[in-house]
């Protein structure tokens, strides 16, 4: 039978396709074989949507000015808002803070302002020495952390608060960190080092900045500064130390929506009942070979053990449920499981290594529910408590307001603060509602599908089967469901377009119709999500063959060439 094949290989800069048509007729008595054709072929490239550098978003540097930029525009305002307190309280005229001539910060005989700051805590300031060193400190007011946990992972933010943890080990009877800089001598502000890398070694921490300033403020009045009244600290406070809190109902709109409960946003990839929908999905799934051959799953009593090893262990092997399931069987065997591995190349040191133990490969890991574990006891708060509390942590980016939501969800003080300290980002497909439904009868050994099925969800009807799609133009993939990796997007952008062509070029040419059109096949972005440095060590390895080809090949010198 004469059919027609597609075939597309989908790569992050380039997309092959190619038309086959197939004939499959096979008969080896009369020596008649399957026969193909290549009826068109072709390539597509396009630029890839990244920085083969480094690997970020085209986007990452413009993303960066913009973010410079605002922090610039916000400074700028901030010490205008300062500047304008002090003309409103009478203690400086306009011109001294905003002439260029006149103007109290450039002048030559002026003193070291860190100095002024030490003095301030034991000696009466003149009102230009107060007003410089608290305009100093507005304008340099330390480094604020709003969530420690992800900034400790992120390198440059991790110095900072490595910094700023052994500046606070240095603080004793009751001393400012502008003090202990001073006394230590050398530079005051944070430079680059020779080989130009960031050094963090005077970095302070905004509370300290801002119980800095209070002290200034008591310690003056104290000395009969008139200036140094309660209303200007209060207004001072409020201008110099403000900013705009992350708003976490702006992320929550980010969210996409759930497949089957089209109103409820995605559940948190890491919440309990998210975890354990997987973990009950490849339990399901699961199944086992006898000695004799025969294939089963596991029975319910089988797989609730299994789930209870996940929940006791932090990361479960196909080896841990053997053990726990069929101890004196060796002769049982998952059907997941490679029991006869080849020996692995190690490309770093180029030596054969033995393949490891087959059940040594890992079944699955609840992550989720043992960072839970690890930060409170999970078994004094309902599952719904926890997902929602998942759910605070992938959605708000404040350490303060997260702890303020967990403890109006009814988490203890001490909970709410440790549960501050874990991180969540991933969502998944299915809201916490949908899932709610879903997981009880998955529990009870039902496969998803069967599921579904059984709580009133059509999970066919998420999408046009490929079936329904046959025959028509695929349209731009709706904003709900792209992904947030701008090369899925580039390349699916540019499939489309060449998937197009062939229904354009044969609705035109209705001899050539789309009937005999049987399957299509496609290989899809093998290096999407590698890392940087090994697509570059990948490109470095194709240009030596590149060369290396090159250098072997020579022109062809017939015998009877002159020179």
């Known amino acids: 039978m004469e059919k027609r094949i597609f075939g ?43 920085n ?44 001294s803070l905003f002439d260029e001539k006149e103007n109290i910060y450039k002048a030559r005989d002026k003193a070291d302002v860190w100095d002024l700051r ?14 410089r060193v608290l305009t100093h400190l507005a304008k ?44 230590k001598g050398g530079p005051k502000r944070n430079r680059d080092d020779r080989e130009g890398n960031s050094t963090y070694e005077n970095s302070i921490p905004r509370d300290e900045i801002e119980r800095e300033a209070k002290l200034i403020f008591e310690k003056q009045r104290e000395l009969g500064l008139t200036a140094a009244t309660e209303k200007l600290q209060r207004d001072f406070v409020g201008i110099a130390f403000r900013f705009r809190e992350i708003n976490g109902k702006k992320i929550e709109k980010m969210i996409g929506k759930c497949l089957f409960e089209k109103d409820e946003p995605r559940a948190p990839k890491n919440a309990p009942s998210a975890e354990f929908f997987v973990a009950w999905t490849k339990i399901n799934n699961c199944h086992v070979r006898d000695n004799d051959g025969k294939l ?4 319910q009593e089988e797989k609730d053990a299994v789930f209870e090893l996940l929940k006791n262990k932090k990361e479960v092997k ?5 053990k726990k399931l069929f101890p004196n069987r060796p002769d049982i065997r998952f059907a997941d499981v490679e029991y006869n591995p080849k020996p692995v190349f190690d490309k770093k ?33 309902p599952n719904e408590w926890l997902d929602k509390a998942v759910t605070v942590i992938a959605t708000q980016k404040n350490d303060a307001n997260i702890s303020k939501e967990l403890k109006n969800l009814g988490f203890s003080a001490s909970d709410a603060e440790n549960l501050a300290g874990l991180s969540f980002s991933k969502f998944i497909s299915l809201s916490l509602k949908a899932l ?76 050539k119709s789309m009937s005999n059109w049987r399957a299509t096949f496609i290989t899809t972005m093998t290096n999407a999500g590698k890392l940087p440095q090994s697509k570059t060590n990948m490109q470095k390895k194709r240009k030596r063959s590149k060369h290396r080809r090159a250098a072997n090949w020579s022109w062809p010198i017939s015998a009877d060439a002159t020179c």
């Open 8 to 50: 597309f290989d989908i790569g992050i800069a380039s997309l092959g396709w190619a038309v086959v048509d197939f004939d499959d007729t096979a008969d080896p008595e009369n020596n008649i074989y399957p026969t193909g054709k290549i009826v068109k072929s072709g390539v597509r490239c396009f630029p890839v949507a990244e």
């Open 436 to 511: 709610y439904k879903i997981l009880p009868e998955m529990q009870a050994g039902k496969k998803y599908n069967e599921a579904c099925e059984a709580v009133g969800y059509d999970f066919k009807s998420t999408g046009e089967s490929f079936a329904v799609q046959k025959g028509k133009f695929l349209p731009p993939i709706p904003e709900s469901l792209a992904t947030t990796v701008p090369v899925v997007n580039r390349a699916m952008a540019q499939f489309r377009k060449v998937y197009n062509v062939p229904w354009r070029a044969n609705t035109a040419r209705p001899t």
């Open 296 to 299: 089963r799953f596991l029975t």
């Open 140 to 183: 340099h007011r330390g480094f604020k952390s709003y969530r420690i946990v992800q900034e400790k992972a992120d390198k440059e933010n991790g110095k900072v608060l490595a910094a700023v943890k052994a500046n606070r080990a240095l603080l004793e009877n009751s001393k400012t960190l502008a003090q202990i800089i001073v006394e």
């Open 349 to 381: 040191t180029g030596e054969i290594k033995e393949p490891s133990e087959p059940e040594s490969l890992k079944f699955f890991a609840l992550k989720g529910w043992h960072d839970l574990k690890s930060a409170i006891d999970v078994s004094a708060y």
């Open 318 to 322: 196909y080896a841990d449920i053997h």
């Open 118 to 131: 030490v003095k301030a805590l034991t000696e009466k300031l003149t009102t230009v020495e107060f007003i």
């Open 52 to 95: 083969p550098k480094d690997g970020k978003s085209l986007a990452f540097p413009r993303r960066q000015k913009r973010l410079q930029r605002k922090l610039c525009r916000r400074k700028a305002r901030r010490m205008a808002g300062i500047k304008a307190l002090f003309v409103a309280n009478g203690l400086i005229d306009r011109a």
